[in-house]
């Protein structure tokens, strides 16, 4: 049956077929690809970041390379000439080029930071001002996650410079107030043995807390400065932990902490 001229069963019927290969073929390759680089898969020479990141990136290259061809197939069914757009691109390469620089700036540069190692899903980074962990490495943009939620969305090519926290041992930095009236040498002590008990406590440190001695003489504290070595990314959570123990410790031999007071004095 036609109706101006056109088949119902193949202007109709063809592109849902066509639509509906292109969701299976999609999702039987991602399948494929996710089971062949699958990170807790400990035959794999890479680290299990760099995995996950290769195998987010061949999901992106999927999804576009079968979605072009369904859309070629679907314009084909309705007699346009695909071979002819095919081999007119290339005559328009440098039209297009113009057009999608930003596109073709944003793909150099996610796969200069795949074959680089700057970063991999699942890192702690930090990408101009935000901080937050990579949860997608695509073609086109990468997705960040703050520790409160917010996910923010950068286009690749303006990812210039980053601090990576997951490559390495990362410095838990704890800078501890105390009051003048305090003897430097008891605060010290206190501090050292503190140090040596609290190890156990904190699974995520990686060597001995040391003490750096006075930071800085502000004007209502001396400052000492505490360090210690702790796995990739947990520096926040190695520092809450030692604050806690080094505050209790301060608490328990009667060391002040000095904190903003106000007097208020009456005139008569």
Known sequence: ????????????????IIIFIAVLVEKVIKLIIKKAFDPNNKHHKFDSRKI?????????????????????????V????????ITGLGVVSFVIGLAFQDILKDVLVGVSILFENQFAVGDLVKIGDFEG???SLGL????????TGEIKIIS?????????????????????????????????????????????K???????????????LSDSAVVFRMVGKCKPAKHYEVQRQ???????????????????????????
């Open 140 to 147: 086109k943009t990468t997705r960040l996650q703050a520790y």
């Open 156 to 200: 690749n090519r303006n990812i210039t410079e980053v601090i990576n926290y997951s490559m390495d041992k990362t410095l838990a930095v704890v800078d501890l107030a105390v009051s003048y009236e305090s003897k430097i040498d008891k605060v010290e002590k206190i501090l050292m043995v503190t140090a040596a008990t609290i190890k156990e």
């Open 78 to 85: 309705f007699g346009v000439n695909t071979a002819a757009i």
């Open 1 to 16: 049956m036609k109706i101006f001229g056109l088949s119902i069963v193949k202007e109709i019927y063809m592109p849902i």
């Open 242 to 268: 030692m604050k806690k123990e080094f505050k209790n410790a301060l608490d328990k031999n009667g060391i002040k902490i000095p904190y903003p007071q106000l007097e208020v004095h009456n005139e008569k």
């Open 133 to 135: 962990t990579v949860i």
């Open 202 to 216: 904190i699974p995520s440190l990686v060597g001995d807390i040391e003490l750096l001695g006075v930071q800085e």
């Open 52 to 76: 996950s990141t290769i195998r987010s990136l061949l999901c992106n290259i999927v999804k576009y390379i079968v979605w072009v061809i369904a859309i070629l197939s679907i314009l084909g």
